[in-house]
């Protein structure tokens, strides 16, 4: 065997490039890692199809005969429940905890013997995953919907570019609340108390179970400021259904940048504390 | 002087005064708890030049993991100095992880979705691997490892025996300068440990890989390991080769002879001890001091018939036994820091 002579990487375009490479392979890989559960997605599609229609009917009675509720006509209510039953899986909100399982059981020193920080490896496999899941988990519920309901479309062109963006924002946003959740399994052993808090918030605060703009303005406006869930399917799914000007969405955009960013500093900051208290369990 | 400033151009792993602690919680009542310091590993000196295959042995529990963790970067040592490649393992984690391999018998390094051939390109493109260079190791490692017929079978399916060729191969493909394996035959069938070992033999005598390698079966050892560093208590009690274990622990080897006729009185054979007589002084056994084999033979040949001669080497389960059951305190500064 020979030797790699690894030297100091300095940044350069070159070295940007390779970054990206390994990203994407990483990414490639959580693709073709997620794609060999096919019953198991299946299985979801079917769950997320029947939830469909009880979310949407529920929602259009609220919207009674006066056809709108909370400034959403029955279309972009229709448009927000099927989206949002396909997005749920994409930004991934709950069921994982692949990370809290690896620190648990010792695994996690694997992932600490890579060249890659474990940060940017996790990110790069969920990015596989929410490109896999929005292939199979996203179509279908748009495709099944207009079969039943009429949906909602775009009018004004910034809003499909707009709408992708949040998406991708959504999915780094996710992980990086995930990955935090997750990780407080180096300090506590058992993630399942943070889990279900997380569990409870996130279905709650990101407009998962009703839309925010049902609360009354003065609830739902700080709670997008301060606290990231709005974020993670409120904001993409308002994008859609073109809730507010162009303007108002670009902010709500930038505002969901803001806390991706801040979050995967968290993320790499609250790395490097749990590596410098890091006990192996299990010799 | 510094680890880094005394480190020479061979050396490739050095440790001084390495030392790591943990915090236990003790019961000491019903809500009070005490809480006590323990060392996993305290005071460890290592050098391990390059190309060397050296052997990490010691009782449960005696710090060979911690150490292993430690010159890997994972675990952060509460004090001591280390380098590994040059490189502060803690502090250069990612760069280290370049130039070093990691194999643990009881933790599977692959993607547990993936068959081995996606493992193997993905790990291409983690460790940035020419595309030339990586399917150069990875012909090699097929063919010695035997892969071809399970290449394309997800990890998750295969059996520990082809799923442990599958992390050799993952942990080589980078080609690394230095290879830990914390247990690599544990669990494994007679026909995979010797494939292991094989390939591991061959690896060791190549001379481009530092092998470091803890076990608890000395046959890994007796096979693979020139070096032996023996650690317990998180010290080192023994830094040699296996042979100077033997003489340390008064391991000798045996002539066992039998005889047609009992002698009336069991011959005294200059260089050699008479160890055990039995079968009615049909069986003498003759434990070899300064006498060579030969001489004990053509001793004893000529003062009886001999109808059947064997040799016994030393067995090393039984000097190690005796090594991890002495006390610490009485073994440890004997040879600690030999290294």
């Known amino acids: 065997m020979g030797s790699v002579n690894a030297t100091v990487a300095p940044f350069t375009t070159s070295n940007v490039i390779l970054w990206f490479r390994t990203f994407w392979a990483i990414a490639a890989s959580g693709f073709r890692r997620y794609s060999t559960y096919r019953q198991a997605a299946l299985a979801g599609i079917v ?69 890659v920080h474990p940060v940017t490896a996790y990110l790069a496999t969920d990015t596989g995953r929410a490109g896999y899941a929005a292939v199979v988990r996203l179509l279908p519920p748009v495709l099944v919907a207009p079969l039943f309901f009429e949906l909602y479309l775009p009018a004004r062109w910034p809003t499909v570019p707009l709408f992708v963006g949040s998406v991708v924002a959504a999915v780094v946003l996710s992980f990086a609340c995930r990955y935090l959740v997750n990780t407080t399994a180096y300090w506590l052993a058992d993630v399942r108390g943070p889990l279900v808090l997380w569990t409870l918030g996130s279905g709650v605060l990101s407009g998962l179970y009703f839309p925010l703009r049902f609360l009354p303005e003065w609830v739902y406006q700080p709670l997008w400021i301060v606290t990231p869930f709005p974020s993670l399917l409120q904001t993409p799914l308002d994008v859609l259904v073109e809730r507010d000007p162009t303007r108002v969405q670009v902010t709500l955009v930038a505002v969901q940048i803001c806390w991706a960013a801040l979050l995967l500093a968290a993320c790499r900051l609250v790395q490097r504390r749990a590596e410098r208290r890091l006990v192996v369990q299990g010799g | 002087m510094s680890v880094a400033a005394s480190q020479s151009r061979t050396e490739i792993i050095q440790a001084r005064g390495l030392r790591k602690e943990f915090t236990v919680r003790v019961k000491a009542g019903r809500l009070r708890r005490h809480k006590q310091i323990r060392a996993a590993v305290d005071g460890l000196d290592l050098r391990v030049e390059r190309g060397e295959t050296v052997g990490y042995i010691g009782p449960n529990g005696a710090g060979k993991s911690t150490t292993l963790k430690m010159l890997t970067g994972v675990l952060t040592p509460s004090a001591g100095e280390v380098r590994v490649c040059g490189l502060r393992p803690v502090a250069q984690r990612t760069r280290l992880a370049l130039r070093i391999g990691v194999v643990f018998g009881q933790r599977s390094q692959l993607w547990w979705d993936l068959p081995l051939r996606d493992s193997f390109d993905l790990l291409r493109h983690v460790y940035r691997v020419p595309a030339a260079e990586h399917a150069a190791r990875l012909r090699h490692c097929r063919a010695l490892l035997d892969l071809d017929d399970f290449l394309d079978v997800p990890v998750r399916q295969l059996s520990l025996g082809q799923r442990m060729r599958g992390e050799l191969t993952a942990a080589l493909l980078h080609g ?59 010290r080192v009690v023994h830094d040699g080769s296996i042979a100077d274990l033997h003489e340390r622990y008064g391991s000798r080897r045996l002539v066992v002879a039998e005889l047609d006729a009992p002698l009336p009185h069991p011959p005294t054979l200059p260089g050699a001890l008479l160890r055990e007589v039995a079968a009615d002084g049909r069986r003498l056994v003759y434990a070899l001091e300064s006498a060579g084999v030969a001489q004990v033979v053509s001793g004893l040949a000529g003062l009886a018939s001999l109808r059947d001669l064997s040799v016994v080497e030393p067995d090393i389960e039984e000097v190690v036994t005796r090594l991890y059951r002495t006390p610490p305190e009485t073994t440890a500064p004997a040879v600690a820091g030999t290294g």
Not at chain 1, 87 to 104: F, H, M, S, Y
Not at chain 2, 198 to 220: N, Q, S, V, Y
């Open chain 1, 47 to 115: 769950t997320n199809t029947v939830f469909g229609f009880l979310r949407c009917y529920v929602l259009l009675a609220v919207a009674g005969a006066a056809g709108s509720a909370a400034g959403y006509d029955r279309r972009q209510l229709t448009t927000f429940v099927w989206v949002g039953q396909g997005l749920l899986t994409v930004v991934q909100l709950w069921g994982w905890t692949e990370l809290a399982d690896r620190i648990r059981t010792g695994d996690v020193v694997g992932d600490l013997l890579r060249p």
């Open chain 2, 176 to 234: 690394p300068e230095v290879l830990f394996l914390d247990e690599p035959t544990i669990g494994l069938d007679v026909v995979s440990r010797q494939a292991v070992r094989g390939f591991l033999d061959e690896l060791g005598r190549t001379g481009d890989t530092t092998l470091m390698l803890t076990t608890h079966d000395l046959a890994d050892i007796e096979r693979l390991c020139p070096r032996l560093v023996v650690i317990d208590h998180g």
